[in-house]
């Protein structure tokens, strides 16, 4: 019975809320029909919200990496020179899929830990004069790292006629993402992160300027094909099957971030960041990524005198608590925490106890209660701020 109960804590897929898992179980409605219309066009105002913007925000039945496919595919043809930042595993998935497409792709390779710096972008547009489009990962699910997008469009603007892609996955719904007034022409998400939904859903936001480069790429594409999706939903609808019953738990998503409103939701966020950081820092073990560029999502945590798989899986036989490993090159020397979407500052208290644990059981020299304490002063620090 202990075992029923799993808590997760990864980048992704999140827990569910219960009220999203009661709307995802109401009985089928066609896609075609006036139903699902209406139910379109509710949706759309706050999604709009989400990405910061006044255009349509398309929504696919795709995976997050269908949605980076997307992004290529639609603006970019076979011979277009682009730039890619490569700040992890996901920075690394968006320049492979710009190599399959036949694309002059450039990496802008970063230390795996580090945030892009603009000066780093700025040398390679003036390197590169012919990049027609420049791609980012908002925030690095593999190290835990927040890209300063806003900062980075705006040096892609002042050197270069190029456009700006975000990756948003891990991170949209959790931090802000203004697409009208941050110079960033395309966003792209997942459903399954700070959506607060399972896998199956990818939303692609799009500027004039974007559109413009779709509506005149030639490149052939087919079910991810944007002007398909732009032109049905001027009938509130889509050009191909709907995740129905996701749709049904997005549109009460999205009541919820409402209700609490996002300036809330971003605030949560970073507390809940900086609880984690706090935490780690109190045992003095390590983090990956520094403070500066820390994601609000995912905390990268580097044990010196552990074994990050041993206390992932010592987490997971005591408590049934799931926390991600390290990919590729880092498999073996970080763990990575979710803290992101339906999470709270008590859950937060609650994996900290149970990491202190952990590394007690494994051998490590820390003092049980210092992580906690830490987590609960800074808690207390900004519920007093609140209340004032």
Partial sequence: MYFEKQVLRIPGPVPIPPSVNLAMSKPMIGHRSPEMKELINRIQPGLK????????????????????????????????????????????????????????????????????EPGQVRDMLTKHRGIKAV??????????????????????????????????????????????????????????????????????????????????????????????YRKKLEDRSTPFTPAVSLLFGLEEILKLMHTEGLPNIFSRHRLMRDMTRAAFKALEIPLLAGDEHASPTVTAVR?????????????????????????????????????????????????????????KQTGAAIELGNGVRAAQELLIQATEKETK
């Fill in 49 to 116: 919200n989400v990405f910061g913007t006044k255009e349509d925000v398309l929504i696919l039945a795709a995976s997050g990496t269908a949605a980076l496919e997307t992004a290529a595919v639609n603006l970019c043809q076979a011979g277009d020179e682009v730039l890619v930042a490569v700040t992890g595993a996901f920075g690394e998935r968006f320049a492979d899929i710009c190599d399959t497409f036949g694309f002059q792709t450039h990496r802008l390779e970063v230390n795996w830990g580090d945030a892009v």
């Fill in 135 to 228: 791609f980012f990962t908002y925030c690095e699910t593999s190290t835990g790292v927040l890209n300063p997008i806003k900062e980075l469009a705006e040096t892609v603007k002042a050197h270069s006629d190029a456009l700006v892609i975000a990756d948003g996955v891990s991170c949209i719904g959790g931090v802000e993402a203004n697409l009208d007034h941050w110079d960033v022409d395309l966003y792209v998400t997942g459903s399954q992160k700070a959506m607060m939904l399972p896998p199956g859903l990818s939303f692609v936001a799009a500027s004039e300027k974007a559109w413009k480069a779709i509506e005149s790429n030639t490149a052939p594409r087919f079910y991810l094909d944007l002007k398909k």
């Fill in 303 to 359: 044990p010196e005198h552990a074994d990050a798989e041993e206390i992932r899986s010592t987490l997971s036989k005591i408590f049934n608590l799931r926390v991600a490993g390290g990919p590729k090159h880092l498999k073996g020397k970080i763990f990575r925490i979710g803290h992101l979407g339906y999470c709270t500052p008590l859950d937060v208290l609650e994996y900290i106890a149970a990491a202190e644990v952990a590394f």
